[in-house]
């Protein structure tokens, strides 16, 4: 076997030379995301700005893809964006040209939106765009600008300007500072500034469609108004009477201050006791219904409830009460029944009448 040395080093240069050839190809290769899966989304600019195929996509900063195309569609410029699998980009995704370098390096920056619902797919066009504004657009603006101002009012102004601001740099600066800052809120809210334009556009849209029903709406309210007018004199009536309705019932309730006060104080301690007897209330009502239920059938008897000619009542008193009084009232009522059904004209027993003995 040969040793290294004694191999013709053409062969081992011509080896050297295709290995790293393929490591470079190989590296190229991965670099461009050839053999990357991806899928495809259009966006529709008003203006190329300078880009091309092969730049850059880029979502959250990191790089997902490349512009496959740019070609022009229907008076817009649309670019063909091949995004890698597994970025997910949503309905409401914002698609913007960017400079990446001082050079003029662009790129395509895609901003995910909200509208979780309705992810976007292959062949899908994002239409939420913006193009950045070139250094020569700028000039040109400037140039028509400074060509059609008015130089002498312009001076007055910056003179304006410099009186206003003489002894005030402090109160100048934390001016400035103050703009800076709602600049900058202004640029980070950049998504929520453009929803709530879309929102008033879609307000006066609205507005616009209605503004038959506006007019009507108006013209009622004109009348309304026109009769308020009309019947000034008895609104101002009704106030005063209102007013002093008011100051005569706050005088009222002023006055009568005490009883009030003691009505609610004998009102409070009733509430208490009917609190504090509550359980006892609530038996005696559950009593009252079986009570007056055995009262009411003293008067009638046997299965066809027959009526009585009468009725014994018994009766248990505790106190100062002899039975004998109580059931002496009843001989005289049962006597009096029984006159009556023969002669109806006999008056009843009275309190001091005698009762006769059985």
């Keep these: 076997m040969k040793s290294f040395t004694e191999r013709n080093p053409v062969v081992i240069g011509a080896v050297v030379i295709v290995a790293i050839a393929a490591l470079v190809t190989g590296a190229l290769v991965l670099n461009a995301g050839v053999f990357k899966s991806r899928y495809t989304v259009s966006a529709r600019f008003a203006d190329a700005a300078g880009l091309r195929a092969g730049d850059r996509v880029r979502v959250a900063g990191v790089p997902s893809g490349e512009v496959a195309s740019v070609h022009e569609a229907d008076g817009e410029?649309?670019?063909?964006?091949?995004?890698?699998?597994?970025?997910?980009?949503?309905?409401?995704?914002?698609?913007?040209?960017?400079?990446?370098?001082?050079?003029?390096?662009?790129?395509?920056?895609?901003?995910?939106?909200?509208?979780?619902?309705?992810?976007?797919?292959?062949?899908?066009?994002?239409?939420?765009?913006?193009?950045?504004?070139?250094?020569?657009?700028?000039?040109?603006?400037?140039?028509?600008?400074?060509t059609e101002s008015d130089g002498e009012a312009f001076d007055g102004l910056i003179d304006s300007l410099d009186q206003i601001t003489d002894g005030k740099r402090s109160d100048?600066?934390?001016?400035?500072?103050?703009?800076?800052?709602?600049?900058?809120?202004?640029?980070?809210?950049?998504?929520?500034?453009?929803?709530?334009?879309?929102?008033?556009?879609?307000?006066?849209?609205?507005?616009?469609?209605?503004?038959?029903?506006?007019?009507?709406?108006?013209?009622?309210?004109?009348?309304?108004?026109?009769?308020?007018?009309?019947?000034?004199?008895?609104?101002?009536?009704?106030?005063?009477?209102?007013?002093?309705?008011?100051?005569?019932?706050?005088?009222?309730?002023?006055?009568?201050?005490?009883?009030?006060?003691?009505?609610?104080?004998?009102?409070?301690?009733?509430?208490e006791v009917i609190g504090r007897h509550e359980v006892d209330l609530a038996a005696g009502v559950g009593y009252l219904g079986v009570a007056i239920e055995g009262f009411a059938s003293i008067g009638y008897s046997g299965p066809d409830n027959s009526p009585n000619e009468w009725g014994n009542i018994f009766t248990q008193l505790i106190g100062p009460v002899a039975p004998d009084g109580i059931m002496g009232l009843v001989r005289r009522i049962k006597g009096w029944a029984l006159r009556q059904r023969r002669a109806p004209d006999v008056p009843g027993p009275g309190p001091n009448d005698s009762v006769p003995s059985h």
């Design 77 to 146: 410029v649309e670019v063909t964006l091949e995004v890698d699998d597994g970025v997910e980009l949503w309905g409401d995704t914002r698609a913007a040209v960017i400079v990446e370098t001082v050079l003029g390096t662009k790129s395509v920056r895609l901003e995910t939106g909200d509208d979780w619902d309705d992810p976007l797919g292959d062949g899908d066009v994002i239409t939420e765009t913006d193009t950045p504004v070139e250094v020569l657009d700028l000039q040109n603006i400037g140039t028509e600008l400074f």
């Design 172 to 271: 100048v600066r934390r001016i400035v500072r103050g703009v800076n800052r709602l600049t900058s809120e202004l640029n980070d809210r950049d998504r929520e500034a453009r929803r709530l334009l879309d929102a008033a556009e879609t307000l006066t849209r609205t507005l616009a469609d209605r503004d038959d029903d506006l007019v009507a709406a108006v013209d009622d309210l004109n009348v309304v108004v026109g009769d308020l007018a009309d019947r000034r004199e008895e609104l101002r009536i009704l106030l005063t009477d209102t007013a002093e309705a008011a100051g005569r019932i706050a005088d009222l309730i002023g006055d009568n201050r005490p009883e009030r006060d003691a009505v609610l104080v004998d009102l409070d301690r009733s509430l």
